[in-house]
């Protein structure tokens, strides 16, 4: 099993829809959460980090639930600028092994 | 303002020709990472620097390595390349580990090529 998982997607939505990602993670020691954005070829840039009581920037939305270790991210009135692949990343920093784990990524495409 | 400075933005090397990526910050962080990152992939971990200490993951070949000579500037060193390292190379920085301070910010990565 992968240390974090995502569903790779594509999630195919029309323009100002909601969507959500889930991303589970099996090291329960695990401290820090974010979510990153990646456009194509481009770096990954970070979108939010995510706090066990939820926060909400905008439109976005994140959530950790640490119980059933899982973080997700809520997209509300989707724009075609969101079109990119959301890199969900853990971190434990008190790990011996890596201690910053990327997911795969969810790729995400809105239509007009 | 770039924060996080990776040149070349592409570099093209032989097989099994040596080749440096270069990265700098302005951000006075702790802590730079290199990334290796290969199409449609998650980018991988292959080394950290906290200050001047070293962190290489288990699973980096030895084929990689890494100098920070001063905060900085960090360095990837890749002594022989060969046609699977080609992908993109991410540095990244953060302020500290752990407690809220390990934020990473990324450079736009260098694009490596080996024919």
């Known amino acids: 099993r992968k240390e974090v998982e995502q569903d790779p997607g594509p999630f195919n939505v029309p323009e100002g829809a909601t969507v959500a990602f889930n991303c589970t993670y099996s090291?329960?020691?695990?401290?820090?959460f974010f979510w990153y954005r990646q456009d194509c070829r481009k770096e990954p840039k970070l979108l939010m980090s995510?706090?066990?009581s939820g926060n909400e920037d905008g439109r976005f939305t994140a959530q950790l639930n640490r119980a059933s270790q899982y973080i997700s991210l809520l997209i509300r009135d989707s724009k075609l600028s969101d079109s990119a692949t959301y890199l969900c990343?853990?971190?434990?920093?008190?790990?011996?092994?890596?201690?910053?784990?990327f997911g795969s990524g969810t790729r995400l495409s809105i239509r007009p | 303002d770039a924060m996080v400075i990776q040149n070349p933005r592409y570099q093209v090397t032989q097989f099994g020709k040596p080749v440096t990526l270069s990265c700098s910050q302005t951000?006075?962080?702790?802590?730079m990472y290199w990334y290796q990152q290969k199409s449609s992939q998650a980018p991988k971990l292959l080394f950290h620097y906290y200050d001047k200490d070293f962190n290489n993951e288990a699973d980096t070949p030895d084929n990689f390595q890494s100098r920070r000579p001063n905060t900085s500037f960090c360095f990837l060193d890749i002594r022989s390349p060969g046609l699977g390292d080609a992908a993109m190379y991410l540095c990244?920085?953060?302020?500290?580990?752990?407690?809220?301070?390990?934020?990473?910010?990324f450079g736009p990565g260098t694009r490596l090529t080996v024919l």
């Open positions: 990244a920085t953060s302020r500290d580990i752990g407690g809220g301070t390990d934020t990473q910010y």
């Open positions: 990343v853990v971190n434990n920093p008190y790990s011996s092994a890596s201690k910053i784990i």
């Open positions: 951000l006075n962080h702790n802590v």
């Open positions: 995510v706090y066990s």
């Open positions: 090291n329960s020691a695990s401290q820090s």
